[in-house]
């Protein structure tokens, strides 16, 4: 994996190399830092990263101009801002790798959302299980499971695997939620109160909760130009926030 910085990307920029209409291309197994991105958002460029047979043909002294070359390494990790240290400070943690960044990061309090979000579900199911509800801990587990695979996605800056939750696809998903009457006889839940019960209740901070987790998700992925860099992430947050909706539909009367 090649980690380009801010002032990797510059040097790029600047060189002219890798840039065709409007386009800058890059090998395949590239990554840039936040700072990076919002470079080329600055700079009005798209990122194409290209495959191994193309890479091969890019000339070394791009690449070393990037800064990404590990024989260019100066400290143990590195900086967001390009530079390098040869021990974390207090004040810092890894976001991925070694690239060591502040714990007020976007992204590191998306992770501290997740953590108490995932925290909560289990208080939930431990509640559940108190009432013999076995079907609304294996909801809640689903959830759990999906919630895991989007932390893994983020953490490894892989592609989230947009599978099936509770056996409903995005559609799906989608028309239930929007048609609660429809498929569960009731209306929408415009006016939440104590009396819908304890376990309707604590489902719908978990739904509020995950909002809270989507809004930190975009923030950590917004760039300069106000697009975002990890839409399937948001998406499945978004997707998320459905899915405890319906299972509230399914457990109202609990």
Same mark, same amino acid.
């Given at each position: +994996?090649?980690?380009?910085?801010?002032?990797?990307?510059?040097?790029?920029?600047?060189?002219?190399?890798?840039?065709?209409?409007?386009?800058?291309?890059?090998?395949?197994?590239? !990554?840039?830092?936040?700072?990076?991105?919002?470079?080329?958002?600055? %700079?009005? =460029?798209?990122?194409?990263?290209?495959?191994?047979?193309? #890479?091969?043909? =890019? &000339? &070394?002294?791009? +690449? #070393?101009?990037?800064?990404? +070359?590990?024989?260019?390494?100066?400290?143990?990790?590195?900086?967001?801002?390009?530079?390098?240290?040869?021990?974390?400070?207090?004040? !810092?943690?890894?976001?991925?790798? $070694?690239?060591?960044?502040?714990?007020?990061?976007?992204?590191?309090? =998306?992770?501290?959302?997740?953590?108490?979000?995932?925290?909560?579900?289990?208080?939930?199911?431990?509640?559940?299980?108190?009432?013999?509800?076995?079907?609304?801990?294996?909801?809640?587990?689903?959830?759990?499971?999906?919630?895991? #695979?989007?932390?893994?996605?983020?953490?490894? $800056?892989?592609?989230?695997?947009?599978?099936?939750?509770?056996?409903?696809?995005?559609?799906?998903?989608?028309?239930?939620?929007? $048609?609660?009457?429809?498929?569960?006889?009731?209306? %929408?839940?415009?006016?939440?109160?104590?009396?819908?019960?304890?376990?309707?209740?604590?489902?719908?901070?978990?739904?509020?909760?995950?909002?809270?987790?989507?809004?930190?998700?975009? #923030?950590?992925?917004?760039?300069?130009?106000?697009?975002?860099?990890?839409?399937?992430?948001?998406?499945?947050?978004?997707?998320?926030?459905?899915?405890?909706?319906?299972?509230?539909?399914? %457990?109202?009367? %609990?």
């Amino acid at each position: +994996m090649n980690l380009i910085t801010e002032d990797g990307i510059k040097k790029i920029i600047k060189s002219g190399e890798s840039i065709t209409d409007s386009e800058l291309r890059l090998p395949l197994k590239s !990554m840039l830092t936040p700072s990076a991105k919002s470079v080329l958002a600055d %700079h009005k =460029l798209k990122l194409v990263l290209i495959d191994d047979d193309i #890479e091969k043909n =890019l &000339t &070394t002294s791009v +690449m #070393e101009n990037a800064g990404v +070359m590990a024989a260019k390494k100066i400290g143990k990790f590195n900086l967001e801002s390009g530079g390098f240290l040869d021990e974390k400070p207090e004040h !810092m943690t890894q976001l991925y790798g $070694n690239l060591l960044v502040g714990k007020d990061h976007k992204r590191i309090k =998306l992770r501290g959302e997740v953590d108490v979000l995932m925290g909560e579900i289990m208080k939930v199911q431990i509640r559940a299980n108190e009432l013999q509800l076995t079907d609304l801990v294996s909801d809640l587990q689903e959830v759990f499971d999906y919630i895991g #695979e989007l932390s893994r996605s983020e953490v490894l $800056n892989e592609a989230l695997d947009t599978s099936k939750i509770l056996g409903f696809n995005q559609q799906e998903i989608r028309d239930m939620s929007h $048609n609660p009457k429809k498929y569960f006889g009731r209306e %929408h839940l415009f006016n939440i109160t104590y009396k819908l019960g304890e376990i309707p209740i604590l489902l719908n901070s978990l739904r509020a909760l995950i909002r809270k987790t989507e809004i930190a998700c975009y #923030e950590g992925f917004k760039l300069a130009d106000g697009t975002v860099g990890r839409i399937d992430l948001i998406q499945g947050y978004n997707r998320l926030s459905s899915v405890m909706y319906i299972i509230i539909f399914k %457990h109202l009367d %609990h």
